[in-house]
């Protein structure tokens, strides 16, 4: 696995996470800095929600399992701030509720699906 951003396929991209297990946030972030690509963290729909109002992202990856608002509520209102790439991780198999057009990331997933998932958003 390369760590090197221009040997990276694609742009840098600017990545939302949005996970309320703090421990897998970070884990997230660093991962997502290893892959190239810049990462910036929340811990609830509703701080995501503020921060898209704020900065331009590339890419929101969000939780299904968040507490107020859920990832699935989250990712049917951020098309109304931004245009971006959206998708939903989690140990939960994909079903009807989730938007068409709303990407899916099994959990538990492991740095070769997390990267081919930058490099597919990055290449587009």
């Given at each position: 696995m390369q760590n090197n951003e221009t040997d990276r396929?694609?742009?840098?991209?600017?990545?939302?996470?949005?996970?309320?297990?703090?421990?897998?946030?970070?884990?997230?972030?660093?991962?997502?800095?290893?892959?190239?690509?810049?990462?910036?963290?929340c811990t609830s729909a509703e701080n995501a929600l503020a921060m898209l109002q704020t900065r331009s992202f590339d890419l929101m990856i969000t939780d299904i399992g968040l507490?107020?608002?859920?990832?699935?509520?989250?990712?049917?209102?951020?098309?109304?701030?931004?245009?971006?790439?959206?998708?939903?991780?989690s140990g939960y198999a994909r079903d009807d509720d989730v938007p068409p057009d709303v990407g899916w990331l099994m959990k538990p997933f492991g740095i070769d699906e997390y990267a081919a998932l930058l490099d597919q958003a990055a290449a587009s």
């Open positions: 396929k694609g742009r840098r991209l600017q990545v939302l996470l949005v996970e309320d297990n703090v421990d897998a946030l970070e884990g997230l972030v660093e991962m997502t800095g290893f892959l190239g690509h810049e990462a910036h963290g507490p107020g608002i859920s990832g699935l509520e989250l990712a049917r209102r951020v098309r109304e701030l931004q245009s971006l790439e959206v998708t939903v991780a």
